[in-house]
């Protein structure tokens, strides 16, 4: 199986993780997408909400997509969530499945800072959604590694096709629709009462969630 991973911390999950997730699935014509939150994010604070919380959030939002599944595996380890770490176990685990870790262009220019992030290309393929207001610039250290490895979905499908396909390694280039939306503005925008905001990027079911736990109020 081809198996995409959307990893997050999800606090709380909203639009811009949904539709993107959503868009890879299609567009890399993938057999499952997980979305897979993380217990201790390892560039950030420790979350607002629990773990159980964030998880609960993804449960009532991936309700409204078919396509995706949850996993929870990084929920298990009391380490802080690398995401090498996790392909490793998958790898071990899933042998025959190929994986592509989907992120936002944000995480894909802060790469280099990520935990053995050079062996990622040995475990996945990389699959990168535009985000506003990021952009991979020539003088990241990663440049001139996404120059040799990027390839448009239409290209990394045809290489599987035709039998040039590598089981990982890529870096694929995903045209998504622009959602203008983070975390970090929904959690401000749930203190000062910006509901406009939130019914926008949020599924209902995960704000009346938000609401009945009393997350995000200060
Ligand atoms: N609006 C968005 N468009 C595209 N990708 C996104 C968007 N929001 C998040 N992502 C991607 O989803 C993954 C998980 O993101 P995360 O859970 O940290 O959400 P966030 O909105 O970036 O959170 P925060 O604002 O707290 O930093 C990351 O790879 C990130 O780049
Ligand atoms: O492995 C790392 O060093 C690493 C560093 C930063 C982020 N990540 C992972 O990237 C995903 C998005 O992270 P974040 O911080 O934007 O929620 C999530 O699965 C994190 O665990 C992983």
Redesign the pocket.
Known sequence: MRIGI??????PV?Y??LR?AAEVWQQLQLDQLWLMPNNIPPH?QQASASAEQRLTMLQLAAAHFPQLTINAVELERTTLSYSVTTLQQLRQKHPQDMFYFV??T??LVSLTSWQSWHELFNLCHLVV?Y?DGWQLQADNPLYGEWQQRQLSPAQHLANIRQGRGKNSGDIIMVDVAP??????ALRKAIATDDWQLCKEAVPTEVLDYILAQQLYRN
């Open positions: 959307l990893g997050g911390t999800f606090d909203h811009g993780h993107p950030k992120m936002g944000d995480s959604c985000r959602q203008p939306y983070s975390s970090t």
